[in-house]
């Protein structure tokens, strides 16, 4: 069955970074022993073409790179299907100011006002426990990558975990310090002035995804979109054309598997 011109447009967009990544990680494969495991052996290639074309340099770069991309869109999954599901609410459900037992799900009888105030004037909340737990998953990812003997599989690793630190960093600065003002007002108020883009982030989630929808359907989430924070306004335009699910382009799927793969690769020629 042919492709729709829709679909035929949206695959040939994908086509160039697709190839380009593709370019880039391919050689890896094929210089696989010549590039060195310490860097003692790096050091008697200095006078060779490897010195200006590092493989491994550019593995480390394009995963950390895509990930620091794609973390919107796997945080955004994250966060409406598994953080306000009815599995882990209750822990999530302190950020949104509620009290919820586990196995409750988001309610329409929850009562939180769009302005963020955490219980008691408490420093912490347990919802803080879920960048705890990728902060360290991503710091013990990039010291297992930096063990020796090194290898290309532990350079897509090393990449991995600093792309996802970069977005956890990120985060953690729009969300948490602008949008919650956990760092006080006029920090929040200063990084506003300064880039308008993060203020407009924050006031996207604060306004939109803290706010109750007393109407919404009883198998519906009352708190709705947007799910991510920095793609939160496109999100939101998302929900207001009628989709339901938040959208991941074509490139970052593609991207995600063939990046994948070549650490499955990677993997069996380090076994083998």
Not at 131 to 147: G, N
Not at 154 to 176: E, P
Request: hydrophobic residues 40%.
């Amino acid at each position: 069955m042919p492709l729709s011109t829709s679909s035929q447009t949206k695959y040939k967009k994908a086509i160039l970074p697709i190839g380009a990544l593709f370019l880039l990680l391919l050689p890896a494969t094929k210089l696989r022993d010549l590039i060195a495991v310490d860097d003692s052996s790096l050091g008697e290639l200095a006078n060779s073409n490897l010195e200006k074309w590092n493989i491994r340099s550019i593995v480390r770069t394009v995963y950390a790179a895509y990930f620091t991309i794609a973390m919107e869109y796997i945080a955004t999954y994250q966060h409406k299907y598994l953080w306000h599901s009815r599995w882990l609410w209750f822990i999530h459900a302190t950020h949104h100011h509620q009290e919820a037992k586990f196995g409750d799900g988001p309610s329409k009888s929850d009562a939180e006002s769009r302005m963020f105030k955490r219980h008691d004037d408490a420093v912490f909340e347990l919802n803080d426990v879920f960048p705890v737990f990728f902060a360290s998953i991503s710091m013990l990812a990039i010291a297992w990558s930096m063990s020796t003997p090194s290898s290309l599989a532990k350079d897509c690793v090393l990449g991995t975990g600093v792309g996802i630190s970069l977005y956890g960093t990120s985060y953690f600065i729009g969300h948490d310090l602008i949008a919650h003002e956990r760092a006080g007002k006029q920090f929040a108020s200063a990084v506003r002035y300064i880039f308008p883009y993060v203020g407009k982030c924050a006031e996207y989630h604060m306004i939109n995804h803290h706010k109750i929808d007393v109407n919404a359907d009883d198998r519906k989430d009352p708190y709705g979109e947007p799910y991510g924070f920095w793609l939160g306004p496109q999100g939101l335009q998302v929900q207001r054309k009628g989709s339901e699910e938040p959208t991941t382009p074509t490139t970052i799927k593609l991207c995600f598997i063939l990046l994948f793969l070549f650490w499955c690769v990677e993997c069996i020629f380090q076994i083998t």
